[in-house]
DNA sequence: CCGAAGAGTTAGTCATGCCTAAATCTCGGT
DNA sequence: ACCGAGATTTAGGCATGACTAACTCTTCGG
């Protein structure tokens, strides 16, 4: 009996798993765009019908993580936005811990992190943080949100948005698609290096890119899914 | 949608983490005794009402984790034992890992395993076991099972039932309890501490127990839950 | 400005687990 | 052999979260 409430009384009142995944998702969605998320794409996002992601955002709405109107979609409050850092934080810390202190190949260290994500300690995330000495940054460049859940604003832009000649840091590539990470991995383009781009292929040809004296031939959906920083252009 | 396969196909048919609980419960009640265990003591050591166990045996039945003779209790099959000794390697792993590399005190590594132990992939568990150097026992000495599930024999006895004169060294000791365990530490009462009883106060007084040059009276119930192996008479 | 396509919601189920209350079984003692 | 205490199970609910089928709302094209 006693175990139980020990169990829930977690910080004030135990946050559902569901709750932490629609959360993360949902604030994932809006990115830097205003707009309300559609129950759609929150649906596809986290892998249920739009009926399930339907119900469930009625929930987080009584439960003030979401703005919710109906047919219009959400928006989260800033206690959901709060809720969706903390779990970033964790997952973010869980990446680079598997991959630093384990030696976890960082193509497979995210299918660990979504599930552990939502079931470690404060206590556990403070020493994980500590341990690897309070990073800012995750295997794949993502900033990790500090302990009082600030991020760090993102400068960087599309690798797609580069024209010839211009160069720039690769900064950082969505964790969600391992088989694009182990591609970038076999070629060693890792969050980090410099690289310039030599050339454009017209018709959705791929993006010739420089790095490390050599030159890849990087496919559209890579260069989106790529970000850089500190764009200079000339060479 | 194949987010949601992948991850059920942990192994076979992902299994319940309730299933896990109660494998892992029953086992340890079984201990060495070859009697069933009772739905009451189930549900005491999981925490719930006998009318919950009741039912979760049930279900445990239907999936060929356990026998259930109704009114009767219940007693683990070969593959509910399996179960359980993965929860449990799992478990220990966990807390050595939490204590080694993370330095997390040996009294609150319990809590932190107690979640994680249900939620760790395969490959993550072999990560830790390497990096542990396959460790056969864990902080509070308990014995570690084999990536084949074998468990170490256990030839230990309760420090309890030694006499006056005799010595042995302190092998294991519950980690349920982390009073207890902040109490030993205190004192620095470690598994592995070679101890003699000096004398045994009547009426369930305290037993004298001479650590390191050191006398501690050590209350009933902890000399309980103390064990001790490699015990030999006089001195 | 109306009607259909498509997005979103409601209705009705299911599975997992827990609860309380009420029934039922077992077993020891007379 | 029976009775009652105590253990156990059944009955009926609730919460979380997902599914299918059916209904409704919004919006865009003609």
New binding site residues.
């Given amino acids: ?1 006693s175990g ?1 409430e020990a169990h829930n009384a977690h910080r004030s009142r135990r946050t ?4 932490e ?1 629609y959360a993360k998702a949902i604030y994932q969605l809006q990115g830097r765009g205003e707009d309300a998320v ?4 929150v649906a596809e996002r ?14 987080l709405a009584d439960d003030g993580l979401v703005e ?1 109107v ?4 959400v928006r989260l409050t800033s206690e959901g936005e709060q809720l969706a850092l903390e779990v970033i934080r964790h997952h973010r810390l869980i990446e680079l811990f598997l991959a630093e202190v384990l030696g976890m190949p960082w193509d497979r260290v995210h299918d660990e992190a979504e599930v552990l994500e939502h079931h470690i300690s404060e206590e556990l995330e403070e020493l994980i943080a500590s341990k690897l000495g309070q990073p800012l940054r995750d295997p794949h460049g993502d900033p990790i949100p500090s302990r009082e859940l600030d991020l760090a604003a993102d400068d960087s832009v599309r690798l797609s948005e580069l024209e010839a000649g211009q160069s720039g840091r690769f900064e950082r590539v969505s964790d969600r698609d391992a088989e694009m990470l182990r591609y970038l991995d076999e070629r060693g383009i890792h969050p980090g290096v410099e690289l310039e781009v030599s050339r454009r292929e017209p018709f959705a040809g791929p993006m010739l890119v420089e790095v490390g004296g050599v030159t890849h031939a990087l496919g559209g959906e890579l260069i989106e899914r790529m970000r850089v920083s500190g764009v200079s252009s000339g060479g």
């Fill in positions: 009996m139980v559902a798993e569901g709750a995944n559609g129950t759609g794409a986290i892998g249920v019908t739009p009926a399930s992601a339907s119900a469930m955002l009625k929930r919710h109906p047919y219009h979609g």
